[in-house]
């Protein structure tokens, strides 16, 4: 299913603004439905009834005070959000004329509020900004980053900005393991509408896990052993990202293949680095993960380490 909906984690941070621009670069179509969310990190009371003013009248003077300014400060924070989801909302329309914008603001944990907002809207593309690379950064960013990508039932996006990019068209790698995820996000990046002399560059990586795959016929190479009675899996996986790669270039993407050995992870964080990828595109669990239920750890370690965008693709059931 093409994406309608995405929804916009918003904080006003420079990572966040990075991220609005980035979007630019994602190949979405006109006609797209995007809210802009901003979460503020604190409890919102309820609203005072007659029967709490009458419990807080008995508190102690001092504790009546306390109450009441802890429930100034969260709506002034909520407010605070409100005016930042607005300035992010703005900016977005002012890039995307076409798009359906509209901002919120709530009081939650910035993750569960994220995801709770993305399964219950529901979005098909969740777009995150991301921090700087030092470790420190990585940490802080970690624990929601990691909840969405791991949680939610949709695509994530994660943005940077690589600033040694020096082409002028997108470059995108898509991390192919031949797997249902990796096919949907051949689909995925083949259904955008890219800009003139985009570059796609298929990827698939050989380790223990593939040849595993391989062996026990969970990656079906039937169709690409075609006549010939050879062993060598290089041969079969070939065709098969060729065939992968002619969807794409039946797009117009001007794309190539790669296959080679070594540890996923590191093959494509290297090749995006030494390409000055724009984007990884990838499926959330391949052939390594329990599909929907937990983010496989390619995916995950690449979302969270990569010098540029990561989108990792799945399927609303």
């Known amino acids: 299913m093409p994406i309608t909906k995405v929804l916009f984690a918003y904080d006003g941070s420079a990572c966040a603004d990075i991220a ?6 994602a190949g979405l179509p006109a006609d797209i439905e995007c809210q802009v969310l901003t979460v503020a990190d604190v409890w919102l009371p309820p609203e005072e009834t007659e029967s709490d003013e009458g419990v807080v009248s008995t508190l102690d003077p001092r ?31 002012s890039i995307f004329p076409s798009w359906k914008i509209s901002d919120e ?20 593309l969740v777009v995150l900004g991301a921090h700087g690379m030092s470790t420190t950064e990585r940490i802080m960013i970690g624990s929601v980053s990691r909840k969405v990508l791991s949680h939610v039932s949709c695509s994530v996006r994660i943005a940077r900005n690589y600033s040694e990019k020096k082409h ?23 259904r955008r509408v890219w800009p003139e002399r985009t570059q796609a560059r298929l990827i698939t990586v050989v380790d223990d896990s593939l040849r595993t795959a391989i062996a026990a016929r969970i990656l079906k190479l039937d169709q690409w052993m075609k006549t010939d009675q050879t062993d060598d899996h290089h ?22 293949c790669l296959i080679t050995e070594g540890d996923p992870k590191r093959v494509l964080l290297e090749e995006a680095r030494h390409w000055q990828a724009n984007c990884i595109f990838m499926g959330a669990t391949g052939l390594r993960g329990l599909r929907r239920l937990l983010l496989g ?20 059931p």
């Open 20 to 25: 609005l621009h980035d979007l630019q670069l």
């Open 63 to 93: 504790i009546q005070a306390r109450v009441f300014a802890l429930r100034q400060r969260a709506r002034s924070k909520v407010a605070e959000a409100a005016a930042i989801a607005k300035r992010g909302a703005n900016i977005l329309q």
């Open 105 to 124: 603001a709530l009081a939650d944990s910035p993750g569960w509020g994220i995801l709770n907002r993305a399964e219950s809207w529901p979005a098909d």
């Open 168 to 190: 002028t068209s997108p470059r995108l790698i898509i991390g192919f393991d031949g797997s249902l995820d990796a096919q949907m996000a051949v689909q995925e990046v083949a």
């Open 235 to 256: 041969v079969w996986l070939s065709r098969m990202s060729e065939s992968a790669a002619d969807q794409l270039r039946g797009t117009r993407l001007e794309t190539t």
């Open 297 to 316: 750890s390619v995916s995950s370690g690449v979302a969270t380490t990569a010098e540029c965008t990561v989108e990792v693709v799945r399927q609303r």
